[in-house]
Nanobody, 122 residues
Framework: QVQLVESGGGLVQAGGSLRLSCAAS????????MGWFRQAPGKEREFVAA????????YDQDSVKGRFTISRDNAKNTVYLQMNSLKPEDTAVYYC???????????????WGQGTQVIVSS
């Protein structure tokens, strides 16, 4: 079982930035694709971004393209989500997860973190 712990969430004004981190069990992150999802109150969990195990391939949801960047440091077993130009509609609990291969579908992810709250004020 891979353990994932997210951090970096908080309250930020619209237009601001946050960087989320997802720390994985030692040695685990390098063998999995990793993804970020988010869930706003009353809405379904949605895909945000994903990155391949070697960091060479990334997928982004259209609404975050040009604003969010996913990256990983396998030496630190950590995946990041740099979020710039934040909007109130980005408010949600953000989750990281592992998958055997690149996918935008939540069903393809096996291990999930507990989530970190992001609130963007207008």
């Amino acid at each position: 079982q891979v353990q994932l712990v997210e951090s970096g969430g908080g309250l930020v004004q619209a237009g601001g930035s946050l960087r989320l981190s997802c720390a994985a069990s030692a040695g685990a992150s390098s063998i999995f694709a990793m993804g970020w999802f988010r869930q706003a109150p009353g809405k379904e969990r949605e895909f945000v971004a994903a990155i391949s195990w070697d960091g060479r391939t990334t997928y982004d949801q259209d609404s975050v393209k040009g604003r969010f960047t996913i990256s990983r440091d396998n030496a630190k077993n950590t995946v990041y989500l740099q979020m710039n130009s934040l909007k109130p509609e980005d408010t949600a609990v953000y989750y990281c997860a592992t998958a055997r291969g690149m996918t935008t579908q939540a069903a393809g992810y096996v291990n999930w973190g507990q989530g970190t709250q992001v609130i963007v004020s207008s």
